[in-house]
């Protein structure tokens, strides 16, 4: 089965500091992408970034990198020089294989402190 | 912006009724998938059309059912609702057939935020 863990529920980070969200994925397929979604309170769902299985290079996007360990199938995402913009929800995403919807984790609320 | 549009914003209505929600995708864009969005279930896939066919369905009720029109909206209707049923349902399209490329991002909907009474 295919699924997606954010273990941290939630997240503190002092404003202009880096910070990592975790998150673990589990599918049998070899073809797979990885996705972070943002939410802020207002609710929209923003994409950030994504990174395939096959991609030999960590995503970046900004202020947005993805730490991609396939063998640890981990893909966490690094949030660098963190802003007040960046206080939301967090999701990590997956669609595996030959589907086309995307399977999320829990998410994880990231606060950024003045 | 993303460019998808779904409207009502909100609603609420009491149990037992039916509602329909609406979806325009981006410009372009033939898939349409619908999400469900609660507290204890999380964000959940509910179905997914292309260029007006149904595609794939996830965990959706058999009171609920969706269809994309020529013009490529999307209208998910729930009936017989019922309390559990109040989320934030959201709409997201992309643009290519679903199983040609991996990386095909979805661009979300703002939402609709429904509370059942």
């Known amino acids: 089965a295919q699924k997606i863990t954010q273990t941290q529920p939630g997240m503190f980070v002092q404003e202009k500091e880096a910070v990592t969200l975790d998150c673990t994925y589990d599918?049998?397929?070899?073809?797979?992408?990885l996705f972070w979604y943002k939410q802020p309170s207002s609710g929209e769902m923003i994409f950030l970034i994504y990174?395939?299985?096959?991609?030999?290079q960590n995503a970046t996007e900004g202020r947005y990198s993805l730490n991609f360990q396939k063998a640890r199938k981990s893909a966490n995402l690094v949030i660098s020089a963190s802003q007040l913009g960046d206080s939301a929800m967090y999701f990590c995403?997956?669609?595996?294989?030959?589907?086309?919807?995307?399977?999320f984790g829990k998410g994880t609320k990231l606060s950024v402190k003045p | 912006d993303s460019g998808v549009t779904q409207t009502p914003k909100h609603l609420i209505t009491a149990t037992g009724q039916r509602v329909t929600l609406r979806c325009s995708p981006r410009?372009?864009?033939?898939?349409v998938y619908w999400y469900q969005q609660s507290l204890d279930q999380g964000l959940q896939f509910l179905i997914q059309?292309?260029?007006?066919?149904?595609?794939a369905k996830g965990n959706i009720l058999e009171r609920f059912s969706a269809q994309q029109f020529p013009d490529l909206h999307s209208e998910l209707n729930l009936s017989s609702l019922e309390l559990g049923d109040s989320a934030l349902y959201f709409c997201a399209s992309s643009s290519h057939h679903p199983s040609k490329r991996l990386r095909d991002t979805q661009y979300f909907g703002p939402g609709t935020r429904l509370t059942v009474l």
């Open positions: 990174q395939g299985s096959y991609d030999e």
């Open positions: 599918t049998s397929d070899q073809s797979y992408g």
């Open positions: 995403a997956m669609r595996a294989g030959s589907q086309g919807n995307l399977i």
């Open positions: 410009s372009g864009d033939l898939s």
């Open positions: 059309y292309y260029n007006g066919e149904e595609r």
